[in-house]
């Protein structure tokens, strides 16, 4: 495992950021760290990377704990918390360098040549960062993360404030460092639609307190999703589907569209019974997202 939290909690005063919670994160996950603001996800990747102390608990880094050896195991990491700050007045490469010489990366100019050619910004090495867009600014904050050539590396909302292109850009960069680079990613974002596009495994935390953790495809493959249909005979559809099982699982219909709520395998056999029986159908659309998932977990939470 390259990330093991075992239990940990937190208290501020009598404030408990972080309840008993416990995650992994395996080599060659994206790993997608999700929870509503104010979960405790920003105070258990402070604590993952030493910045702070858990109150009780156990976290180890690459199967050790952090209490031992702590400089060398937290050097095969990466991170950029929240937005990345760089000298404004001084160009990417000279920021790129002078990180790195506190890094001690050699050889250093090249190494920073490497970076800016993976993070997309190799034509504009030389201009200075206050020239930069969010986009561009955020891109940098990655090459600052890889420039050591971690192991892992940890983004806190790294498409927070950009544009969709900007969120694009940022999604395609980390897809390639893990399938390119083949480093393990672990991601806290709240734009679920993001986490669902790139990660692997994911955990949902709430008030602190881990809700599930699992494989992305498995967890929503465990609970029904909707589906949309659309036809183009929607009277004969309908008195097809009334005259069938599929009639306990339909949830309403407008007009040419007949909204489902079933399981994932159920989907080909309703394709093949309306097409069989010439319903005309033109489409079908799952619509079962991440963003459904989460609000029925985190509301199933409040409700106990």
Excluded: C
Excluded at 212 to 231: A, D, H, M, P, R
């Amino acid at each position: 495992m390259f990330i093991e939290v075992e239990s940990i909690t937190k208290y501020y005063k009598k404030f408990k950021a972080v309840d008993q919670l416990s995650l992994t994160v395996q080599e060659g996950d994206i790993y997608g760290f999700l929870g509503p603001n104010g979960s405790g996800k920003s105070t258990t990747i402070r604590m993952i990377l030493s910045l702070i102390k858990p109150t009780s608990g156990e976290i180890k880094l690459f199967g050790k704990a952090i209490t031992s050896g702590k400089n060398m195991t937290l050097n095969r990491i990466g991170a950029l918390i929240e937005k990345p700050d760089f000298y404004n007045y001084l160009s990417a490469k000279k920021n790129l360098e002078i990180l790195g010489k506190l890094s001690e990366v050699t050889p250093l100019k090249k190494r920073v040549d490497e970076v800016l050619d993976i993070v997309g910004l190799s034509d504009r090495g030389h201009s200075k960062v206050r020239t930069f867009s969010q986009g561009m600014k955020q891109r940098l904050g990655i090459a600052q993360t890889i420039l050591h050539n971690p192991d892992l590396i940890i983004l806190d909302e790294p498409t927070n404030g950009l544009d969709p292109q900007g969120q694009k850009e940022i999604r395609e960069l980390i897809l390639r460092l893990k399938e390119e680079r083949n480093i393990t990613i672990l991601i806290s974002s709240h734009l679920l639609h993001e986490i669902e596009l790139i990660a692997s495994r994911m955990i949902i935390i709430n008030k602190g307190e881990a809700i599930i953790e699992g494989s992305v495809n498995g967890l929503l493959k465990e609970s029904q999703q909707q589906v949309t249909i659309t036809v183009n005979n929607p009277e004969k559809t309908l008195q097809l589907i009334n005259e069938s099982d599929w009639a306990n699982k339909m949830v309403s219909s407008a007009q040419e569209k007949f909204f489902f709520k079933i399981s994932k395998d159920d989907i080909p056999a309703l394709n093949a019974y309306l097409a069989e029986k010439g319903s005309g159908i033109i489409s079908i659309e799952p619509i079962r997202s991440l963003e459904d998932y989460f609000l029925q977990v985190t509301d199933n939470e409040k409700t106990n």
